[in-house]
């Protein structure tokens, strides 16, 4: 009885120690708080073994460049700013409870010390660092400034921008739970207030556009509240992007 409850003791050590594994050519992503400000952190394992990726703070959503290196659980990120050294993510990554990434950020002069700690919240793949998303036209920037775009005109209830960049008919809730499908930019405009209502404006409003999740149905804000993907007449040489699905 000793050795089978040894057993089960080691066995339970083993599970909530172990380390999650990163695979080569594959974003993951992190949201959790830097001290007390919420980020956004997302890295990605290239073929020669070396890390890179971006963090941002959600208020500002403008991208912070990272490079490093993993050594069995543990993780060394140096940021950038202007090309220059700013700081350093010391930290360990867990699958044990919620898939993590926990550790200190140190400031390049030492004098600064602050915890962090976030939790895995997508993972997507990816053939090329510089080309997080893959299926679409134009460049990362691009997808991004347009959800930008999205996002901003929401909070704005700009109603003509928003009906001139969706892909009809489209299906989404009117009153929060009556379905419906809008058929053009008219009846896009006359139910816009059904359907980007309060509650979903504010949800809107806390969801970050840096390193958004994507699969081959597009690009998704949030949780899937919204999704983009190419305009269907798109090409590499002139493209443009629409919206594809509103889930409120």
Known sequence: MRNILLT????????????LQLDKNRWYDFEGKLGKSEIRLSIYLQDNGQLKGNYCYKMYESKIQLSGRITGDKIELTEFLNGKPNGYFSGEIYT???????????SNSKTKSITFKTTLSSACASDSFDKRYAGFYGSDDDVENFMKLVKSSVLKGDKEWIANHIS?????????????????KR????????????????????????NMFNNYQGVMLGR???????QPDSSEEKFN???TAINN
């Open 224 to 230: 899937g509240q919204i999704w983009i993907n190419n």
């Open 187 to 210: 009846q896009l405009i006359a139910h816009f207030d059904q359907i980007f209502h309060q509650e979903f404006k504010d949800m809107i409003k806390s969801f970050c556009v840096c």
């Open 8 to 19: 089960l003791l080691l066995l339970i050590i083993s599970i909530h120690g172990q380390a």
């Open 168 to 184: 009809y008919p489209i299906k989404t809730n009117i009153f929060k739970n009556k379905a419906i499908t809008i058929k053009n």
């Open 241 to 243: 992007y629409t919206i």
């Open 96 to 106: 044990d409870n919620a898939d993590r990434f926990e550790g200190s950020w140190t």
